[in-house]
């Protein structure tokens, strides 16, 4: 099926769909009667790939979509029927070896809880915003493979395996999403546990081998789908669901009035932390707003100890893995007697030193693995006799045709038992699901990621208290469903001056329901912004993590309202990281002189600037043994790449690279902040550099990443563009006059001052580059338009790498064509000597990747004016440059490809990377011969080089 046809198939599936379920027939006819032509194969393959509906039957029931839940129409019974004989004398075995052990096999439905007139409509609401974000998503391809390789297993436990890799692509999937592992064609099941840059944790099944090379196959549609039916379900309340408490979270609602706290458990906090504690105790919805640093993880640890000690059931969830980790470690840390039971936390830790604890199990699967032992070690030795009886029904079925008499006696056997093992195997494995239900009703704390809860295992358990940590980064539509599990007495934690949830959609209802995290749709933001911050707020300002001036930077620019104040004990706290380029506490290297270049990867997607990073390689090369911690950070995914390639093996355990989004929560001693955006080449600047007004998206991402430093921030900004010809005075504005005004600012070229890895070129350009040619195995260039004096010296080393290998391209020369498409005197001739030359409109690069070299130009590299260049030799980042430059084929032959000629004029095909309605495309064709219509849409070197993407 085409592109345009399986455009058209999705939106008329959409449009059927809407109302809710539809047979297979009746959907078909609809594809039909809006003239898609298609069968129920390709029908099944577009919904599977995108993510639209599930076959249930003979009907297609929409992702997403639920029957409500009520008092009068129940839900379908937690136990299917057992199917005689088999499954019947399995379940009567099963349920006797769990009444043995206290595990109760049937669950009483928990009352519907209080639902206030307003519910419905906010269920509604929220819901449909879920449905127009999974359409968005949908539009692409919901199932995403990325190539994952260098596996390893970081922890063990007797049900899971912790396995970490190292992906070769962009990994959309969030944190806790269901995923499978292709393994030489074997799917496994699997958790991803956290994403960090391009590495990723998995949780697979304990027999599992650790593959060097495999899939990862990801759903993006699963979390925003299981949330929207969980909502739908309950848009008229529902069993164990407290619809009061969740539409609670809509308002900032009154004052409380503070309980005094034992003496014992205010000892270690400050006066902010304390009447945070006290407020919190108070029944009602409270607000803890923790900027960076302020010890916001204490003070919870603190709350859950005091909520345990009056005899109070306490769910907390935070919206990553590592954040709820970093909660559980803290309440550890205030009552250690929790573990072993009291403490559960669900899911599977970023955090290793969880798993396996010798002071006591805190891990749902380790607590369930001995309260069910007796189940779980029964569904051990039924898993491996049904495996066995599977064997050795396929030897016998192999040979079927001529089995004797005996034999075909033994297959029945062998059939009738494997029979009754898979149906014990079933219902153990549905035994083993209440036992971790057990577990969590019998504990004083269940800790879990947001999504948890619309998941089976928390499903209808309720709670006196919710906590809800870093609820910036929260959906408001997922947080209805968090607070709906407790009573009302609800904690909403975290800091709405950091960044918000990430959407695809831009509908209103997206916006309303999803991007905004539960602080801004209660209007905290708001009240605090005018200064008439609500009664129910506690606000903590003492911060214990930046050193004095970043601080002072932090404050000014992000929380004018409310100040951080720097502990005393930063001041006398050592700095265990030193680096000569980063000698003082706030260091600016400029790059306004540079003109470094802003290009997107393959030419449509995220932004990257090959000299910024080759700047921070020198860096990190001179950084040697005195930096223990360090973090590098950009708000492009593209950029983060290239840096996290520069990262050295033997620091990769205290160094890290990667997005801002990714690295909120973390801290490091020294920061580097690459902000990319130069103004030339992509342009504008993107939004987050212009629309910098205090809670909009570009302040909250500069404060998270300066606010992760603690000893050093290093900012890479091209100043002039970013700040000095700015004239709206908003919050990234006041960020960078304070960073003028206190930092010391480092021209970029002294940052080249000790770097083996970078230096800069000058002199004879062409024939350093003949020499880096010289026995090198692959090339690409990219030129942009300019009398390339340089090309042509270099013709015959070019001609002499393409002809090493004869069964691929191992040259690639990009260049830009004129604007009637001819190609320069010089391009033409090394076409002619036999060099693959490929026409591009526009080139934003200016570079070369010759093996393990790479060489960047402000002009065009082989022009009369190379402008500043700058040459790397580093085999990592070679190899990262080349995956973001590389061009896919498709539409247009890509990298290592051949490009063809115009059958009417001759003239040299040309890619089109082009911005159309805001977002970057992908065209090929003829400068000359298209219309002028198309020729006028195309043409944007003369015109156009912006996109709105980043």
Known sequence: MGAGAERKLIKVVQQALSGGPMSQEALLAALRQAGVRTDSTDLYIACATHGLADLQGDSWVPRGWAIPVTETAPA????????????????????????????????????????????????????????????????????????????????????????????EGDLGVSEGAQATLVVDGTPIDVEVVSVFGNVVTLSVPPGAT?????????????????????????????PGFNAEAAAALLATGGAGAPQELPAVAAEDLNHGQRYAVQLALTPGVTWLWGPPGTGKTTTIGTLVAELCVRGLRVLLTAPTNAAVDVAVNAVLKQIPELAGGGLVRLGQPADTSLIGRADGHVLIDEI????????????????????????????????????????????????????????????????????????????????????????????????????LDEASMTTTALALLVAGAGSGHTIVAGDFRQLPPVVVA???????????????????????????????????????????????????????????????QVSIRARNSRADWADGELVLLDTSRLGARTARKQGVSSRYNLMHAQLVAGLLSESGGDVSSLGVISPFAAQARLLESLLPESELESWAASTVHRFQGGERDIVVYDTVDSGIGVRPLHRWFTEG???????????????????????????????????????????????????????????????????????DITGLLRDDLAGAGSVEMWLPRAPLVGLRPLIPSLKLVAEQDVDTEPVTVWVEPDPDGYLSAEAMEAKRGGVNMRPCVPILESSAVIDDVVWTSTGSLLG????????????????????????????????????????????????FEVGRRGLPTVGYGCLHCDSTKNRQSRNVSERQLSWGRP
């Open 76 to 167: 379908p019974p937690r136990r299917r029927t057992p199917e005689p004989p088999a499954a019947r004398r399995a379940a009567a075995e099963v349920r006797q070896l769990a009444s043995s052990i206290g595990i109760p096999m049937d669950e009483s439905t928990p009352p519907v809880g209080p639902v206030p007139a307003a519910w419905p409509r906010i269920a509604e609401q929220a819901a449909r915003a879920l449905q127009e974000e999974l359409r968005a998503v949908t539009d692409k391809r919901t199932l995403q493979d990325v190539p994952v390789s260098g596996g390893f297993v970081i922890a063990e436990t007797t049900s899971r395996k912790l396995m970490r890799f190292e992906a």
């Open 210 to 238: 650790v593959p060097e090379e495999a899939v990862l196959r990801c759903d993006l549609s699963w979390l925003l789908s299981s949330q929207s039916k969980r909502l739908r379900e309950l848009v008229n309340g529902g």
């Open 368 to 467: 369930a693995a001995k309260r069910g032992e007796a189940l779980a070690q029964l569904r051990v030795r039924e898993g491996q006799r049904t495996r066995s009886l599977r064997e050795r029904l396929k030897l016998l079925e192999r040979r079927h045709a001529s089995l004797t008499d005996e034999e075909q006696e033994q297959r029945l056997t062998l059939e009738r038992d494997l029979a009754d093992s898979s149906a014990l195997v079933r219902e153990l494995d549905e035994s083993l699901q209440y036992v971790r239900r057990q577990v969590c009703r019998e504990a004083e704390v269940v800790a879990a990621t947001s999504h948890q809860v619309v998941l089976r295992t928390l499903r209808e358990l309720t709670f006196d208290v919710v906590i």
């Open 506 to 568: 831009d509908t209103p209802s997206v916006q309303e329901w999803l991007l905004n995290s539960p602080f801004e749709k209660a209007a905290v933001d708001v009240a605090v912004g005018r200064g008439a911050a609500p009664g129910r707020l506690a606000a903590l300002t003492e911060q214990y993590r930046m050193r004095r001036d970043i601080n002072h930077v932090v404050s000014e620019a992000f929380y004018p309202e409310s100040p951080l104040v720097t502990a005393r």
């Open 693 to 763: 007004e205090s809670g909009g998206n570009g302040a909250r991402l500069l404060n998270v990443a300066a606010s992760r430093a603690r000893d050093h921030l290093v900012v890479v900004a091209a100043l002039d563009q970013l700040h000095r010809h700015r004239t709206a005075r908003d919050a990234v504005w006041r960020f960078f006059a304070k960073l003028l005004e206190r930092g010391r600012i480092v021209p970029w070229e002294e940052g080249l001052d000790h770097a083996p890895v970078t230096r800069q070129v000058s002199g």
């Open 864 to 911: 009369p004016d190379p402008g500043v260049v700058l040459r790397t030799r580093h085999a990592a980042f070679a190899d990262a440059v080349r995956r973001a430059q590389r061009r896919r084929p498709g539409i247009a032959p890509g990298s290592g490809q051949l490009g063809d000629d115009c059958g009417r004029c001759s003239r040299t095909l040309v890619r």
